[in-house]
């Protein structure tokens, strides 16, 4: 993997992380967010976000990274 695409990965992986913590997800099962790949976590969060009800408050959420 190149190294332009090996820091996507981790930015994205990142992200995702810190949403899941935002909503007081830390692990999946016996693992910690850290431990996960990239597919793994976004599907904790699409699952996350498929359990809301859906008219709730979440999906008008913004995520603004700030570099």
């Given amino acids: 993997m190149g190294k332009i695409l090996r820091q996507a990965v981790e930015k994205r992986r990142l992200e ?7 909503f007081g997800i830390y692990k999946k099962e016996e693992q910690h967010l850290f431990e996960l790949s990239l597919t793994d ?4 969060f699409k699952k996350f976000i498929g ?3 859906p008219h709730s408050e ?4 913004h995520w603004i990274n700030k570099n």
């Avoid at 976590?41 to 904790?44: A, D, S, V, Y």
């Fill in 16 to 22: 995702l992380i810190n949403k899941l913590i935002a």
């Fill in 58 to 61: 979440l999906e008008s959420l």
């Fill in 51 to 53: 359990d809301q009800h």
């Fill in 41 to 44: 976590l976004e599907n904790e």
